[in-house]
């Protein structure tokens, strides 16, 4: 469902049109008698078949958006946040992680939330992403990967101040990371050996000591570890040449060592396209990469490339997912 007041519904409405001849086939956990509403408001010809089960869902796509009803607890209106629509934002999210975990779809694509409603309405999760981690059972969290046609970046932190994000570095959450990305990359993108480029976090690396101790203290005994276990890593590397097209022909993906030194470099290659990745999860979860743009929700203008594209990298990750366990 995602924030009900944003563009979600509209991005969905569009990636049915756009996929519905050639798929992947899928279906929406959301209030149908709001996808019809915002399809009448913005003029676009999209029915809406409501679901009882999942088994119902594939028949129809060709014609129309199947969807399973999941109803909020007020009209909704584009641009306009109400808190009362959390609970069902938030509750849309746990069904359609009970339904991929059931096995009953191959993976789950998720739709932008506005966090600040969802904490007013006391939602205890920084994110998606950390709600994804807790309802899947994993402590230690999951791990976000921001991907595009030509590059993929990973977060070591992913939603923390500046400040926080440097003082919380450590080896063993960089380790953490990589080795999760390092299984990914194998098992959900069929890379037989993946490469890995590890950012320093300091200035060209820490310039040797001279701009910061933490690259030699923190980033090199991890990147060590990691070639030690027999994972092709690299690093640490300064951060301001490792985005150029031909650095990025020599890695699989990058570990950056906070959000904007990953998403920075992600958007400005891709803005419209990139897809926002979830890994370390018992299941598939993509997302748009972007957020809920409640200055343009309802106007009809709104670009559905970057859910498009999730749905399309969802149905890929899922194929190769199944494959790497056959084998």
């Given at each position: 469902m995602g924030e009900p007041a944003g563009i979600g519904g509209e991005i969905l409405l569009n990636a049915w049109r756009a996929l519905r001849q050639d798929g992947p086939a899928f279906f929406a956990v959301d209030d149908a008698a709001r996808l019809e509403a915002l399809a009448r408001m913005i003029g676009l010809a999209v029915p809406i078949r409501r679901i009882e089960s999942v088994a119902e869902a594939t028949a129809p796509f060709p014609s129309a958006l199947p969807v399973l009803h999941a109803a909020l607890a007020s009209p909704s209106a584009p641009g306009r946040l109400d808190p009362r629509h959390a609970n069902?934002?938030?509750a849309s999210i746990a069904r359609a992680v009970h339904l991929v975990r059931a096995g009953d779809a191959a993976a789950l694509v998720t739709n932008p939330i506005h966090k600040a409603?969802?904490?007013r309405a006391g939602f205890g999760f920084p994110g998606h992403t950390e709600y994804l981690a807790h309802l899947a059972e994993k402590p230690q969290g999951a791990v976000m990967m921001l991907a595009c046609d030509t590059l993929r970046v990973v977060p070591v932190s992913v939603h923390l101040p500046l400040r926080r994000a440097i003082e919380t570095l450590t080896t063993e959450r960089i380790l953490y990371v990589a080795r999760i990305v390092n299984d990914a990359l194998r098992h959900d993108f069929g890379i037989a050996r993946p490469r890995l480029a590890v950012a320093g976090l300091n200035p060209h690396a820490g310039e040797d000591g001279a701009l910061g101790?933490?690259?030699r203290a923190i980033v090199l005994p991890a990147v060590t570890a990691l070639r030690e276990a027999g994972i092709d890593a690299r690093g640490p590397l300064p951060p301001d040449t490792m985005f150029h097209a031909e650095a990025r022909a020599t890695y699989d993906a990058a570990i950056c060592m906070y959000h904007d030194q990953a998403l920075i470099p992600l958007k400005?290659?891709?803005f419209h396209g990139g897809v926002n990745i979830t890994l370390g999860l018992p299941f598939v979860r993509?997302?748009?990469d972007h957020g809920t743009a409640l200055d343009i929700a309802g106007t009809g203008h709104a670009r559905a490339d970057s859910l498009i594209a999730a749905i399309q990298m969802a149905a890929t990750m899922a194929m190769s997912?199944?494959?790497?366990?056959?084998a």
């Open positions: 069902a934002v938030t409603t969802l904490y101790e933490e690259d400005t290659i891709d993509t997302s748009p997912r199944r494959r790497a366990a056959a």
